[in-house]
């Protein structure tokens, strides 16, 4: 029989199989029930986005504004009184919002510490009882799954218990051209149910988001939809019974959707724990007054500083210095405080990434955490990306208050500043012009490159292709021992 009948063949059997969706009453009002739900929450979540990114960036102006509006300070008062910076979602935060709906979008950045992102959105998952909101990836990844086993489960029974199955494989029709058939039936379902996805792909790239991320992230989900079909219509060839294959593909839906993924969690935590806070608090701190306080010059820890000032300037009492001692005391402990607070930073992440990629690895056992995995990689709203928010904000933080402390230093006397409580004279004398607030950079965060995201991703991806590959070669074994 030549390809061209075999192909005709298959496209005949996948219109007959639309031809039966179509007729079945439950078949249609699941399909319209799930697109009507996949429409709708795709444009709710992309009009939060939109709000919330308009809402963070004007934010994050006002903040800025604010800060440079200050009237004449102290300069260590600017430090104190600190900035905000916010993280605007991005594009594809349309699809998957990832981690940024319990990491917080803003923080605020002060002299001598490190604050944690605030303000996360438990809203959300105060309205769905605690399950977080719903959004286009987890319909995706977490129930589209379940329709194409509700709809696909007796591609290949039917034609058993319909008696029809041995005829056809008497007529010539082989047990490859009916899967094939029944491959592009369900395939076509995948690709409409896949096209919010794509409109949502679209848009975040009409938004600024970069064509090869959102396509990438299209095709993964295309790709996991398409895994799921494969594997729905390898267990209805293998098997005997409707039930029993209803059975199958329920239990494989809650090992990789909730098992295997709580397994991962749990043996993460486990293998890779993570040093409890109040323990780490106390530890740092231990190490931060070893540094010696920054608002006491006559501190010990700064002896040798002092020390080292009075000979480079060739003078024997630190106000003969021709900068502010205080102000060099400020940096100074604002540099060795910052590098104390980053590496512990740097080690809590490296245990939060180590963490990652551990539960990871479990995306070879369940193609649902490798496309999470992926979704959040590619949409720009992985772990990665928010470590990549601490830093930069750390960095910003760091800039502005050693030039406020250069400030401190080079525009403020050492005798007004040790003066400045000597009444509201002495305050004025203490105070520097609003024009030395220009130390503030702009902040403005934006995901990765897409081409970097994308080979960030570049696991999960090959772990999902291996999967497709691996059940469609099943698929096409079990097609060749089709019997009645």
């Not at 039966?20 to 795709?42: E, G, K, P």
């Not at 709710?44 to 919330?52: G, K, W």
């Not at 329920?250 to 991962?264: C, E, T």
């Not at 992440?349 to 193609?367: I, K, V």
Request: charged share 20%.
């Amino acid at each position: 029989m030549s390809a061209s009948i075999h192909i005709n063949i298959s496209m005949h059997i996948a219109r007959e199989e639309w031809r039966h969706w179509l007729r079945s009453r439950l078949a249609v009002i699941s399909f319209i029930v799930f697109c009507l739900l996949l429409l709708f929450t795709t444009v709710l979540t992309a009009l939060n986005m939109q709000e919330a990114s308009h809402q963070r960036l004007h934010q994050q102006e006002k903040a800025e504004e604010t800060f440079l509006k200050q009237p004449d300070r102290h300069p260590h008062r600017m430090v104190h009184y600190g900035h905000y910076v916010f993280r605007a979602p991005p594009p594809l935060g349309m699809f998957d919002p990832g981690v940024d709906a319990v990491t917080g979008q803003s923080m605020f950045l002060e002299g001598h510490r490190q604050n944690s992102a605030m303000f996360a959105d438990a809203r959300a998952q105060a309205r769905t009882g605690g399950f977080g909101a719903l959004t286009p990836a987890k319909l995706y990844h977490l129930f589209l799954p379940l329709l194409i086993i509700a709809l696909g489960h007796g591609l290949i029974l039917r034609e058993r218990e319909a008696r029809t199955l041995g005829p056809l494989l008497c007529q010539g029709v082989s047990g490859l051209s009916l899967y094939v058939g029944k491959f592009l039936a369900i395939g076509a379902l995948v690709v409409l149910l896949s096209l919010p996805a794509l409109f949502s792909s679209i848009g975040a790239s009409l938004l600024g988001e970069s064509w090869l991320a959102s396509l990438t992230l299209y095709f993964a989900n295309v790709l996991y939809l398409t895994i799921w079909a494969a594997l729905t219509l390898f267990v209805s060839a293998l098997t005997r019974s409707r039930s029993l294959a209803l059975g199958v593909l329920s239990a494989i839906w809650v090992l990789s959707v909730l098992v295997i993924p709580r397994i991962g969690v749990t043996s993460a935590s486990i293998t890779l724990p993570t040093k409890g806070k109040i323990l780490t608090d106390m530890r740092m701190n231990d190490d931060m007054r070893k540094l010696g306080d920054g608002h006491n010059a006559a501190d010990p820890a700064f002896a040798k500083l002092r020390a080292e000032l009075l000979a480079k300037y060739d003078v024997e009492r630190i106000e003969d210095l021709p900068v502010n001692f205080r102000g060099v005391v400020a940096a100074k402990s604002e540099t060795d405080l910052t590098n104390t607070l980053n590496a512990y930073a740097e080690k809590r992440m490296e245990r939060e990434r180590a963490q990652a990629s551990h539960l990871s690895a479990y995306g070879w056992l369940s193609p649902y955490l490798a496309i999470a995995g992926a979704s959040r990689n590619l949409a720009g709203t992985d772990l990665e990306t928010h470590h990549r928010f601490l830093r930069e904000a750390e960095a910003l933080r760091y800039n502005f208050v050693q030039g406020l402390n250069q400030t401190h230093i080079e525009k403020l006397s050492y005798i007004d500043d040790i003066n400045r409580n000597k009444g509201e004279e002495g305050w004025k004398r203490a105070r520097v012009g609003a024009a030395n607030w220009q130390v503030l950079g702009n902040f403005r965060f934006t995901p990765d490159s897409g081409s970097h995201r994308v080979v960030r991703a570049a696991t999960e991806l090959a772990s999902l292709l291996i999967w497709f590959l691996t059940l469609v070669g099943l698929g096409l074994i079990a097609s060749r021992r089709l019997t009645p």
